[in-house]
């Protein structure tokens, strides 16, 4: 027989067989069909073999019991996941028991707060990967266990969790698991444009990034309902991130690349804690329904990239004046400009560099008009490629379909030797890539790595509102982006043929 437990684990059948041995057999699995519904499993994603399975069939967590007899009366049997951790010794000496179940009570939790204000979502299937051999190791390779970190892949729609008792292990990390689901939220109910890589406490970040990772840690905050963001590390130790208060404290610098800032501002948005006194700004909240409306709604299809200015700017149109005048003051006290539309137009704050940074995205109508632009690696400094004004943004006006002469000239002199024929890594490289509504159009953009200019034809199907990255590729490759100068400027112009 099957049955599936109630949210504190109780469970019954009905009818069984008198007098028969039998045992019970818990999976690690929320199951739910009709409206809402979710499917999500936790497996032990490390198979060395020369040909593992495949990771959705790879083996389900699961915890018996032992044998009993079923008798000729009612009988109540109690069945307790265990940690296999042991005090006396301080370090785990049995099964791990509890560990994937409690994977599902905090993803349980997340998915608990959609339901309360979409009581009827249906949750994309997702696989949670979590072993006692996943270690921080890099390169990735999932069969082995060696993940960089934990993480959330939108191809495989699965969360990978780290579980190594001799490095880190997170499966009673509540927030960190949230975290990542709330990375599954974007891909599944949303959208998320950002860049990825490593990202730190007062990175400047491209705004995507920020805003993805902001989003997802506030979101952990509002589902466990606990504004202490807790990452311990190695057990039996007092090592890891103990304390990343989503409710209180801030760091240095604030503003809209800064994923401390993104978070704070939409975790104070949903709570009830005037956390600053009588005097402070936090001093109301908007609840979770107008947030989950704006990320499954314009959020899921801006014309912009996702972030923090598609964010507020359409959140801001949903709310009456009272609740606009608090979104506004949480971003004042994030260091950001209130007023900005969704492309940030009216930000001011230009984390200290007055050339490479703002505006947020530089307009350009596709009638031969020449706009400049400038990008800079000068955020950078361990040459990750995903702070801000690396990537430069572009709001491309295209009147109507067709051709399009594109026509990228490097215009900064003077910091450049001469053009030497055998090093052609000496000169600048400008690249772009295009986008419609978050999908790269790939014949659109080019990567041609001509010297000092990027000159081709592209065709659209306009008319329409096009994004771009504008990039110095020099900054993206390894053999030049700790020395090559910063910042470098584009002479940029669409002509329709």
């Avoid at 999500?40 to 019991?65: C, K, M, Q």
């Amino acid at each position: 027989d099957r049955t599936t437990a109630d949210d504190s684990g109780a469970y019954s059948f009905a009818g069984v067989d008198t007098d028969t041995t039998v045992r019970l057999r818990v999976r690690a699995e929320l199951k739910r069909q009709g409206s809402p519904s979710w499917d999500v499993e936790v497996r032990d994603n490390v198979d060395t073999s020369a040909t593992p399975p495949p990771l959705g069939s790879r083996p389900l967590y699961t915890l018996s019991g032992s044998q009993f007899n079923t008798g000729t009366a009612d009988v109540t049997r109690d069945l307790t996941a265990t940690t296999g951790w042991n005090v006396a010794s301080n370090s785990y000496t049995d099964t791990r028991a509890a560990a994937p179940f409690s994977v599902l009570d905090a993803i349980y939790s997340a998915i608990q707060l959609v339901v309360s204000v979409d009581p009827d979502a249906a949750f994309a299937p997702l696989d949670a990967f979590w072993s006692v051999n996943n270690t921080p190791l890099s390169p990735t390779d999932i069969d082995a266990g060696a993940l960089p970190t934990s993480f959330y892949r939108r191809d495989l729609d699965s969360l990978f969790l780290l579980g190594d008792a001799n490095s880190d292990t997170e499966e009673f990390d509540d927030h960190v698991i949230v975290h990542e689901w709330g990375h599954y939220f974007e891909d599944n109910f949303s959208r998320t444009d950002s860049v990825g890589g490593a990202h730190g406490i007062g990175d400047q970040l491209d705004p995507r990034l920020a805003f993805g990772e902001g989003w997802a840690t506030a979101l952990s905050g509002m589902a466990l309902n606990d504004p202490i963001y807790c990452d311990t590390g190695r057990p039996g130790t007092t090592t890891g991130f103990l304390a990343l208060g989503t409710e209180t404290g801030s760091y240095d610098p604030q503003g809209w690349y800064d994923e401390v800032s993104v978070l704070r501002f939409i975790y104070d948005l949903w709570d009830t804690t005037n956390d600053e006194g009588t005097t402070g700004t936090d001093n109301g909240s908007i609840g979770f329904g107008p947030i989950y409306n704006v990320m499954v709604g314009p959020q899921a299809f801006t014309d912009s990239f996702t972030t923090v200015f598609s964010f507020a700017a359409e959140l801001r149109s949903m709310l009456p004046p009272a609740d606009q005048v608090f979104l506004d003051s949480q971003l004042v006290r994030e260091d950001m400009t209130p007023g900005f539309d969704k492309w940030g137009a009216g930000e001011l704050n230009n984390a200290g560099d007055a050339v490479s940074v703002l505006p947020v995205y530089t307009e350009l109508t596709a009638d031969g008009s020449v706009v400049n632009v400038c990008a800079t690696s000068n955020f950078d400094p361990f040459h990750e490629n995903n702070k801000i004004s690396e990537l430069r943004f572009l709001r491309i006006n295209i009147p109507s379909n067709g051709n399009y002469d594109v026509s990228i000239t490097t215009t900064t002199t003077g910091v450049l030797p001469p053009d030497d024929p055998l090093d052609p890594a000496d000169q600048s490289d400008p690249d772009i890539y295009i986008f419609r509504d978050g999908v790269r159009d790939f014949a659109a953009s080019s990567t041609k790595g001509d010297a000092n200019q990027e000159i081709y034809t592209a065709t659209f199907s306009g008319p329409d509102t096009y994004v771009a990255e504008l990039v110095e590729y020099r900054y993206f490759d390894e053999a030049t982006a700790a020395t090559f100068p910063a910042p470098m400027c584009f002479d940029v112009s669409f002509t329709p043929q």
